[in-house]
């Protein structure tokens, strides 16, 4: 049983740290995005996992996604989207808590996303984590496990919380590159328009907007450099954990 657990245990510092090193690398969020759900799958047991961004219009998009080989070919089925938030599934109980969800069984769960779920793609129970960017809430990293499995252990949801860290400084750092890259663009424009107008006349020399004006949180939401705007609804000093549980 220790035997096991050492090897458990290595097996999940391994993936943090290939992980650890892709963020410190500076490489896309989608790649972050994939890896990070294909460990998770792979490490947790999850026959299928994904990754899904909250969007400002009470939806959520499925950003990426992982299948099992000996389940789904090695491929996650295709999921569309976005889905509105309206049920008890995973994603809609985690942006009204902002903590970890688990259902156990989708037997009578309400909701457009928990029919998908459970009727589509064939799941019987399903673990998923928030994940938190400076404090608001992102998105939401997920597990499912088919009718014929067991449900997931209940440390899953404090082991998913690992890799939902990783994910909070990706997005960080791509946010912090985008508006250094922002800020370089307007004072370059504005030296050139400087030269064009020593009057300091005209549009040239109103006052630029700063990077970091775009990504106050306000009520937590924001524009992203990532391409789409997020709503963010749910702060940890609003009184949510990001490693709770829901029972």
Same mark, same amino acid.
């Given at each position: 049983m220790i035997g096991e657990e050492s090897r458990v245990l290595a097996d999940e510092q391994a993936a943090l740290r290939r992980i650890a090193t892709l963020v410190a690398r500076g490489v896309p969020p989608e790649e972050v995005f994939a890896a990070v759900t294909e460990e998770v799958g792979r490490l947790l047991g999850g026959g299928l996992a994904g990754m899904a961004r909250y969007d400002s219009d009470d939806t959520v998009t499925v950003v990426a996604t992982w299948g099992a080989e000996a389940e789904h070919g090695g491929a996650h089925? !295709?999921?569309?989207?976005?889905?509105?938030?309206? /049920?008890?599934? !995973?994603?809609?109980?985690? =942006? *009204?808590?902002g903590r970890s969800v688990r259902i156990d069984d989708y037997e009578g769960v309400p909701g457009r996303i928990a029919a998908f779920v459970r009727d589509e793609l064939g799941i019987g129970s399903s673990?998923?984590?928030?994940?938190?960017? +400076? /404090?608001?809430?992102?998105?939401?990293?997920?597990?499912?496990?088919?009718?014929?499995?067991?449900?997931?252990? *209940?440390?899953? +949801?404090?082991?998913?919380?690992?890799?939902?860290?990783?994910?909070?400084?990706?997005?960080?750092?791509?946010? @912090?590159?985008? /508006? !250094? &890259?922002?800020?370089? +663009?307007?004072?370059? &424009?504005? @030296? *050139?328009?400087?030269?064009?107008?020593?009057?300091? =006349?005209?549009?040239?020399?109103?006052?630029?907007?700063?990077?970091?004006?775009?990504?106050?949180?306000?009520?937590? @939401?924001?524009?992203?450099?990532? %391409?789409? *705007?997020? $709503?963010?609804?749910?702060?940890? +000093?609003?009184? /949510?954990?990001? %490693? %709770? $549980?829901?029972?």
């Open positions: 089925p !295709l999921v569309p989207g976005p889905w509105p938030l309206e /049920g008890g599934d !995973l994603a809609s109980m985690i =942006s *009204r808590t673990v998923g984590s928030p994940i938190m960017v +400076e /404090g608001c809430l992102w998105g939401a990293l997920f597990l499912h496990a088919k009718k014929t499995d067991p449900p997931f252990p *209940r440390d899953t +949801e404090s082991r998913l919380t690992a890799f939902t860290e990783l994910v909070d400084t990706a997005i960080a750092n791509a946010e @912090s590159r985008a /508006g !250094l &890259a922002r800020l370089a +663009e307007e004072q370059t &424009a504005l @030296s *050139r328009c400087s030269r064009r107008s020593p009057t300091r =006349s005209g549009s040239c020399f109103q006052s630029p907007v700063l990077p970091w004006a775009a990504t106050t949180r306000t009520a937590c @939401s924001r524009q992203s450099p990532l %391409g789409a *705007r997020e $709503r963010l609804p749910f702060r940890w +000093e609003d009184g /949510g954990s990001p %490693g %709770g $549980r829901t029972p």
